[in-house]
């Protein structure tokens, strides 16, 4: 089964507003990681936090993981149109001798209406 | 974008016949990734390498296997391809001495079986 889960699993919002997407996983990390991708195209990585960070700011990015309820939100503040696009997060499980896998999640849908 | 390369883009191909997908990386990285993207899973790992000849399964690697007999290639093949194999593959990039297991992607390759 997939490590991480994010929820929900489609977001329609306006312009302007702020855009939330959580994510769960289920065994110990060694950090987690948000990728972005546009429909059609690969993945790109928005921003990592490592198991020992609690919360990380990226432009308008903010990323909290809360390690004791195996939890991870990302959130986007002042959403564009050029935002719609599917999230994804993804964990590098901690405990099988280094962070070589890289798991994801089955991704959030989200849409940005002008 | 990342010196990340898939071949082919796009391929059809029948049912029981074998196909190879072709990563190739001009970053030296350490780390290669084989996904599948498939409508409602997200993205599932097939395999991966952790360096020259070492490989390893992921969460849905049956049907397939790999080689990577140098830093730069990982190819995936298909033994003998079914339906339930038409997918999207994403091969992917990473190198935990950077920055701590950021993955870049390729474009993807879309398989049909037929």
């Known amino acids: 089964s997939q490590q991480g889960e994010e929820d929900p699993q489609a977001l329609s919002i306006q312009e302007g507003e702020n855009a939330t997407m959580n994510c769960s996983y289920k065994?110990?990390?060694?950090?987690l990681q948000w990728y972005r991708q546009n429909s059609g195209r690969g993945l790109v990585h928005l921003i990592l936090i490592r198991s020992n960070e609690r919360e990380k700011h990226s432009g308008r990015l903010r990323v909290t993981l809360d390690t004791s309820k195996k939890s991870s939100s990302l959130l986007i503040t002042a959403s564009r149109a050029a935002d719609t696009a599917s999230y994804f997060c993804a964990t590098a499980p901690g405990s099988q001798g280094g962070s070589e896998k890289l798991v994801f999640g089955k991704g959030t849908k989200l849409t940005v209406n002008p | 974008d990342a010196g990340i390369t898939q071949s082919p883009r796009h391929k059809v191909t029948e049912t029981g016949t074998p196909v190879t997908l072709r990563c190739h990386q001009t970053?030296?990285?350490?780390?290669m990734y084989w996904y599948r993207q498939d409508p409602g899973h997200g993205l599932r790992l097939i395999h991966y390498s952790y360096g020259v000849k070492d490989t390893d399964k992921g969460e849905v690697s049956d049907g397939y296997s790999v080689s990577r007999s140098k830093t730069e290639d990982f190819l995936l093949t298909l033994e003998s391809a079914t339906s339930s194999q038409t997918s999207v593959y994403f091969c992917a990039i990473s190198d935990l001495r950077g920055r701590g297991g950021e993955a870049f992607f390729g474009q993807g390759t879309r398989l049909t079986v037929v």
């Open positions: 065994t110990s990390i060694n950090n």
């Open positions: 970053e030296n990285h350490r780390y």
